[in-house]
C-alpha cells in the first residue's frame, strides 16, 4: 500500500461543475502539498497545508489531520483546470523538504 | 515563474553511459531536493542537497549522485544508465517550506 493515495485516478468534468479530489496518507506528516502539473512536467504548487483550510481564487484545500485525510476543491471548473493534480506529504524533522507523492489525478474539463 | 531551470530540457543517451542534469534555484535557497517521475507515476525521492552536502536519500543506487554549489546550482549524476531510468528528471528548492519545482528534463536512454 502507498503511503500517500489520492482518489479518483481519473476525472472528467463539465465546465462549471464543482470537482473534489481526495487524498489519504498513512504516516505522521509536518505539512502536505497540493501541486498541479500540466503536460510537459511543470509541477507548480498550490496550496502547502499544515492544518484547516486554504484559498486561493477558486481552489480550496482542507486536510484533517486526525483522520489523515486532505482534500483539494475546485468551483466552477474551467477547461483551463485540466492538469494533473498531485498530492504530497513531508514528514518533518530530518525529512524537511523531502516529499513523497501521491499518483496523481488527471483532471479533463470539458467546455 | 518558479525562478528554478533545469538544463537540459530533453536528452538522449544509450544503456552504459553516463548523463550529468543541471537545477540553478533562486538565491537563498539553501535545500534542493531531486525526484524521478516516470511516465503515468508521480515523482519519487531521489536525494535532498542542503548546504552542499547530501541531506537524505531516497531507494536509488549510488550510481545517481549529486553535487550542490555554493551559487545555489546543483547537478544529478547518473552513471551506467538503464533503459528504465528513463524518465522526468526535476528538482525543486525550498525556502520556509515552500517548494518551487524546475519544468524537469526528459532523460530517454536507448
Known amino acids: 500500500k502507498n503511503e500517500v493515495e489520492q482518489s479518483p485516478q481519473n476525472l472528467t468534468a463539465q465546465e462549471g461543475e464543482f470537482i473534489t479530489i481526495n487524498c489519504s496518507y498513512s504516516?505522521?506528516?509536518?505539512?502536505l502539498h497540493w501541486l498541479q502539473q500540466h503536460p510537459g512536467g511543470g509541477i507548480v504548487s498550490l496550496f502547502m497545508?499544515?492544518?484547516g483550510k486554504k484559498k486561493h481564487g477558486r481552489l480550496i484545500a482542507t486536510i484533517n489531520i486526525q483522520e489523515k485525510h486532505s482534500s483539494l476543491h475546485i468551483t466552477a471548473s474551467h477547461p483551463r483546470d485540466s492538469a494533473v493534480y498531485i498530492c504530497?506529504?513531508?514528514?518533518?524533522?530530518?525529512?524537511?523538504?523531502?516529499?513523497?507523492f501521491g499518483q496523481g489525478t488527471i483532471l479533463t474539463v470539458h467546455p | 515563474e518558479t525562478g528554478v531551470t533545469q538544463s537540459p530540457t530533453h536528452l538522449i543517451k544509450t544503456r552504459g553511459q553516463q548523463v550529468t542534469l543541471r537545477c540553478s534555484s533562486q538565491?537563498?535557497?539553501?535545500?534542493v531536493s531531486w525526484y524521478q517521475q516516470a511516465l503515468g507515476q508521480g515523482p519519487q525521492f531521489i536525494f535532498q542537497?542542503?548546504?552542499?552536502?547530501?541531506?537524505g536519500r531516497g531507494n536509488f543506487p549510488p550510481r545517481f549522485s549529486g553535487l550542490q554549489f555554493p551559487n545555489y546550482s546543483s547537478e544529478l549524476n547518473v552513471n551506467a544508465l538503464e533503459l528504465d531510468d528513463s524518465a522526468l528528471y526535476l528538482c525543486?528548492?525550498?525556502?520556509?517550506?515552500?517548494?518551487?519545482f524546475g519544468p524537469g528534463t526528459r532523460l530517454t536512454v536507448t
Open positions: 525543486a528548492s525550498s525556502k520556509q517550506g515552500q517548494q518551487y
Open positions: 504516516v505522521g506528516i509536518s505539512a
Open positions: 497545508l499544515s492544518s
Open positions: 504530497a506529504v513531508e514528514a518533518g524533522g530530518t525529512s524537511y523538504g523531502k516529499l513523497t
Open positions: 538565491s537563498g535557497h539553501n535545500t
Open positions: 542537497y542542503y548546504r552542499e552536502e547530501e541531506n
